[in-house]
């Protein structure tokens, strides 16, 4: 499991030498510290973004009628909201914790092939440029909905739905280019003695993410090409009315988008197996058995994406199969957070802000896997589909999942990245303000929801008034939070007591042999592991 | 419109209000049919399957936090493996899925069997309003949102029934087993009754089967659940069962209402009369894109005041109204009004806003424009863009 440290290899290679000087240090720059450190910025910058954007729909949604927006601009919000959460904040963040810590992990002096390190990072600014600027365009941004569902996004959609593609196609190109880094990096460029079964386990969710990214990204580029194709060059791929097929739409999407969820969580349960034992001192339980679960939930991701539409009229058989495939993904599910709460038993616990985020991280996404059982029951979710029970789910994976497991990774490792410990004081504030805020934002949405108030509306009935009145002043809170966020991690940066190598007494792991700040270079001659 | 005082109130009694009104409602309501109720039952099953689970799951990690505390316990133990646990968390599990497995695939099979109805209705989505035809009986009708937009836009008081509330709702007769088949014109939608347990898509070039039987007469809502574009948020959907006898009278009586129209076709209107009759159709089938003052929302919806085609010859107004404009949110009205309504509307826009043609356009025109294109001969339908 995790690595024996050898010391002595570490700043020092053959030609040692620092940053390039001035700003194109960042624009050339083909060294996977860099290109991490733009990465999390970028994600830091997006999340805020697609954050503001929640607050409009919130502050939409403080009470019932029409106040500050229109329903057309609500459903632009609605839409760049999911979009720049999930493939400019999420997605981003975690490619840029992988470019980070991988190489730290494994012993490699960098990514398997820095070139297209900085050409997969330097894509994305351009593709979320060209998104972005689609809202200032006439008639609008993509009003559609983040799983843009045809025709509404094809016949009826607004003219810059095919920057909304571009952007889209950049995107794809960027991830799998990620995707092929992380692979070659883990496959090619472990140093001596780090054999697969040893390595930290977010290498091994992130080698199966990326696998995961490699076979999903180029169907989401091809549903959104058979939109190209149907808008501009007199294809029917979706319209009914040339033939064609509108539910073709989103069994390719969610052929896509169902390994896109796991996408967004696997790198997450990765980080959580590594800071859960640092804070419990205590080995992770069951390292094997959490590679195979990992396995395990990404080989189902493949054969569950119909459950994303059980009220579409798919055959009672297809109905069967896919309630029963997606039910089987609680088993390994299951083995994970079980293996979590047995890492903790009977450690020695402490609870600094990587181990608050990393505990709320497990309490709240089995939260979020219990709503999700809940959703997989095919008639149940005839209920429950579309609704803002739905909603409620995927905030708690997504939030306390896959942002809490970033929050934590960030305070365990900033240590490395900045040479400084972070004001723990603040940290902990931001982790209990995020904590309830995040629930009183979400937890009521599945009260709503089960009431009966359907999802990406703009307006709602008064029955439904003041829990959304609660839910607004959670967000409200969890929003304002994050600027706390941003300020810890400045003054993290610019001072504070400086780091040792292993600032975490339980912390295992060759990322921990190096000085803190990481030098530039690390591992030019590869550690001994034994 | 301030609520704090109640949502405080709330906060502090909230069991109590509970009863009092629907408004801290937290779970679903078991609903008036034989599968809704079913449904939910399912739905509290595997709620307090997971409840227990996480009174489990959860109960150790706490317990694990409070008592294994570096100050309670500042030598860790060393386990990391045990085979039989990890077998046992696996299977337990398992078995547990395959005991809930087992009612949900009962229930699911009795949804999916909408054999031997009493009566068919054909349910089609339009943006935003639903279209019920009920087969073989020739009576059909659009259901509109009925609420005031002046409380949309808070310049009026909401009431209990705020954007749940139709002009027309879907009647059907208690006790008996209704199927519906559910399609759509433009886009997606999705046919949704929380207390009927029924949600299906309408997707247009597809027409997908649910059925309900409720025993009770009773009025029950629910709302579009698909996004469907700008007023997703308002095309409710009210079905009112009615009493047997209730439901045969309403049927005649919606049967004579289609021959009065039929016959009100032929009589001479008014410039004055069409205004008027125009007016209320523009209520229901044009005003949410092109607005009550008639100036639109351009780019996507255009105005009509003073435009084009509303200021323009009559054979291009009535083209574009009967026709529609593909590729655009502007559907063919021609399938969805009476030759009645169509020549109301065209005439009200054509002398509202501003617009003050003075001219009319007739029922008979209409009918003549419809006749004149099925022979070949009228203005051809817009293309394609």
Known sequence: MSAVIEPGHTAHDEHPHGPARGPMRWVLTTNHKDIGTMYLWFSFTAFLLGGSMAMIIRTELFQ??????????????????????????????????????????????????????????????AAFGLLVSTLFMEGGGPNFGWTFYAPLSTTFAPESVTFFIFAIHLMGISSIMGAINVIATVLNLRAPGMTLMKMPLFCWTWLITAFLLIAVMPVLAGVVTMMLMDIHFGTSFFNAAGGGDPVLFQHVFWFFGHPEVYIMILPAFGAVSSIIPTFARKPLFGYTSMVYATGAIAFLSFIVWAHHMFTVGIPVTGEL???????????????????????????????????????????????????????????????????????????????????FGIFAS?????????????????????????????????????????AGMPRRIPDYNLQFADFNMVSSLGAFLFGATQLLFLYIVIKCIRGGEPAPAKPWDGAHGLEWSVPSPAPYHTFGTPPEVK | MMRHPRLWMGLLSCSALSQAQAAWDVNMRPGVTEVSRSVFDLHMTIFWICVAIGVLVFGAMFWSMFAHRRSRRPQPAHFHENTRVEVLWTVIPLLILIAMAVPATRTLLHIYDPSEPDLDIQVTGYQWKWHYKYLGEDVEFFSNLATDRNAIGNQAPKNDHYLLEVDEPLVIPAGAKVRFLVTAADVIHSWWVPELAVKKDAIPGFINETWTRVAEPGLYRGQCTELCGKDHGFMPVVVEVKAPADYAAWLAGKKAAAAEATAQAGKAWTLEELVAQGERVYRTACVACHQPTGEGLPPAFPALKGSKIATGPKEGHMNIVIDGKPGTAMAAFGKQLSDVDLAAVITYERNAFGNALGDSVTPQDIHAFRQARETGQGMQPAQPQ
Not at chain 1, 360 to 375: C, D, E, K, P, Y
């Open chain 1, 64 to 125: 019932p009628g029409l106040q500050i927006v229109q329903p057309e601009f609500f459903n632009q919000m609605t839409t760049m909201h999911g979009l720049i959460m999930v493939f400019g904040a999420v997605m981003p963040a975690f490619v840029g914790l992988a470019n980070w810590m991988i190489p730290l992990m494994i012993g490699a002096p960098d990514m398997a092939l820095p070139r297209m390190n900085n050409f997969s990072f330097w894509l994305l600014p």
């Open chain 1, 321 to 403: 199969f896919f309630m029963y495939a997606t039910m089987l993904i609680a088993v390994p599910t299951g083995v994970k957070v079980f293996n979590w709460v047995s890492t903790m038993w009977r450690g020695s616990l402490t609870f600094e802000a990587p181990m608050l985020f990393a505990v709320a991280f497990v309490i709240l996404f089995t939260i979020g896997g219990f709503s999700g059982l809940m959703l997989s029951i095919a008639p149940a979710d005839f209920q429950y589909h579309d609704t803002y029970f739905v909603v409620a789910h995927f905030h708690y994976v997504l939030v306390p999942g896959a942002i």
């Open chain 1, 410 to 450: 960030t305070y365990y490792w900033l240590p490395k990245w900045t040479g400084h410990m972070y004001d723990e004081r603040l940290a902990r504030w931001h982790f209990w303000l995020s904590f309830v805020g995040m629930n009183l934002a979400f937890f009521p949405m599945h009260f709503v929801g089960l």
